[in-house]
C-alpha cells in the first residue's frame, strides 16, 4: 500500500519557499533563525527512517543530490537519505546520478500510483501542489516557524480545494510547532 507523506517547513503564513537560503529567494534562510531543539531533530530522524523512498521535484532533488552525498552523522539521517530509493519527478531532467535514483516522467498521478511503501516528499512545491491537486497527499508533517514573510511560494496556494483534515499531533520543538495532520475519513 502507498501512503504519501508531505513534510515541509513552513512559514506561519505559509510560505514554504527557500527555508535554508540555497535557492536566491530574497527573503530566504528564515528557518535557520530559529533553533528545532533536540526534539525538532527527532522528529527529522523518525520521518526519514520511517519513510521507504523519497519522492522530490526537479528543484529540490538537485539541491539534495549536490549536498547529501557528502554528509555523514552519526545518527543513520544521511546514510537513510542516500540509500534509500529516490524518485524524481521532471520533464528536462534526463538522467538522476545520485545513488538509487530514477527519474519519473509523464502524468504524474499515474506514476505515483505505481509506487508502494511509505513515501516522502520534501521541499518540491510544485510537485506538492499537483500532488495535493490530485488528492495523493495522505499525511502533513509541518514544522512551523514563528516568522512571517508576506511573500514566497505557498504550501496551501489560493483557491485550493476545502479539504478537511485531522490533528493527529502536536508539540513545541524548540522554538517551533510541529504539526502532523492526516486526511479525515
Keep these: 500500500m502507498r501512503r504519501i507523506v508531505?513534510?515541509?517547513?513552513v512559514t506561519l503564513d505559509g510560505v514554504m519557499e527557500d527555508p535554508g537560503g540555497a535557492e536566491g529567494f530574497d527573503r530566504g534562510g528564515w528557518a535557520f533563525q530559529f533553533e528545532r531543539g533536540p526534539e525538532g531533530d527527532k522528529f527529522k530522524l523518525d520521518e526519514v527512517l520511517e519513510a521507504e523512498a523519497l519522492l522530490l521535484g526537479r528543484k529540490t532533488y538537485e539541491?539534495?543530490?549536490k549536498a547529501w552525498p557528502t554528509v555523514t552523522d552519526e545518527v543513520g539521517f544521511?546514510?537513510?537519505m542516500n540509500s534509500m530509493p529516490k524518485y524524481v519527478v521532471s520533464s528536462t531532467l534526463e538522467s538522476a546520478d545520485w545513488n538509487n535514483s530514477s527519474v519519473i516522467k509523464g502524468d504524474v498521478a499515474e506514476e505515483v500510483a505505481k509506487l508502494e511503501g511509505n513515501i516522502l516528499v520534501a521541499g518540491s512545491a510544485q510537485l506538492v501542489q499537483t500532488l495535493m491537486d490530485r488528492d495523493l497527499?495522505?499525511?502533513?508533517?509541518?514544522?512551523?516557524?514563528?516568522?512571517?514573510?508576506?511573500?514566497g511560494k505557498r504550501l496551501f496556494k489560493d483557491g485550493?480545494?476545502?479539504?478537511?483534515l485531522q490533528i493527529v499531533e502536536t508539540n513545541q520543538t524548540g522554538q517551533v510547532a510541529t504539526v502532523v495532520l492526516q486526511r479525515a475519513a
Design 6 to 9: 508531505v513534510s515541509e517547513f
Design 63 to 65: 539541491g539534495f543530490a
Design 78 to 80: 544521511a546514510e537513510k
Design 137 to 151: 497527499v495522505d499525511e502533513y508533517r509541518l514544522m512551523i516557524y514563528p516568522v512571517l514573510l508576506g511573500s
Design 160 to 164: 485550493v480545494d476545502k479539504t478537511a
